[in-house]
């Protein structure tokens, strides 16, 4: 599971509406997940569980402009005969402009995603303005985007502590390695096969990459001062 935070500034807004306006009606509701990974969408693709290709960018997850939800109830966060709760939610989501999972031909109740952005339900028109989830993201930043808060001095961990931290890159190995990787799943950045092993390979590329789109740094998959200080003061 992963923060809003880390869905399209739009989305954001109506997740916090849409629980606001369950909550109102009595649903116990929970966002389950938000935004994924390539890899993380190859392996929902590969284990039969999503009909969307990773490599391909099919899925609104890893545009960041779809979600999932469940029932917050313990033991019965997916109630299998709870239409009403599923029609609910899905109901009152799509007064917000979300498209409801459980009007698909294979119908995926817990799924919402921004059908504005998703014409027919598919990513192909975000596909073709912007190319990858990295690009499309790089455009979020604007007036209407709550600004993250300003990182100086005064936030523990701040001022400066990344400079002396050794600069990594792909290859890189070692206790540095490990806390970089550690710090970037605290932040949310999933690395679901190798986890924090200490050695940079290509999934911890990705981590980086995506955690530096995130961020609004510049995009080069290499943990240098900049992405160090904004790691510890995440
Ligand atoms: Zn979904």
Redesign the pocket.
């Known amino acids: 599971m992963r923060g809003t935070n880390l869905l399209h500034p739009r989305l954001q807004a109506i997740a916090a509406e849409l629980l606001e306006k369950c909550k109102t009606a009595g649903y116990a509701v929970a966002i389950t ?1 938000t935004l994924r990974t390539a890899a993380e969408q190859d392996e929902l693709y590969k284990a039969g569980k999503s009909k969307a290709k990773g490599t391909d960018y099919q ?3 890893q545009w960041g402009v ?3 939800f469940c029932q917050n109830v313990k033991g019965a966060n997916y109630p299998a005969n709870s239409r009403p709760f599923w029609a609910g939610v899905g109901r009152l989501a799509e007064t917000l402009g979300l498209r409801w ?1 459980g009007t698909f031909k294979s119908p ?1 109740r ?4 921004i059908a504005g952005l998703m014409p027919n339900g598919s990513t192909a028109a975000l596909k073709r303005q912007y190319g990858t989830p990295e690009k499309f993201m790089a455009t979020w930043g604007g007036a209407d985007v709550p600004s993250p808060p300003p990182d100086g001095g005064t936030s523990p961990g701040g001022g400066g502590k990344g400079a002396a931290r050794r600069t990594l890159s792909k290859g890189a190995s070692g206790a540095d390695v490990k806390e970089m990787q550690t710090l970037l799943i605290k932040a949310g950045i999933a690395m679901p096969k190798y986890g924090a092993d200490g050695a940079f390979g290509t999934e911890t590329l990705n981590a980086v990459k995506m955690f530096q789109t995130l961020k609004k740094l510049a995009v080069d998959g290499v943990c240098g001062p900049k992405t160090w200080e904004q790691l510890t003061v995440s």
């Open positions: 997940s899925s609104g997850h779809a979600m999932d999972g995926d817990p799924h919402l995603e």
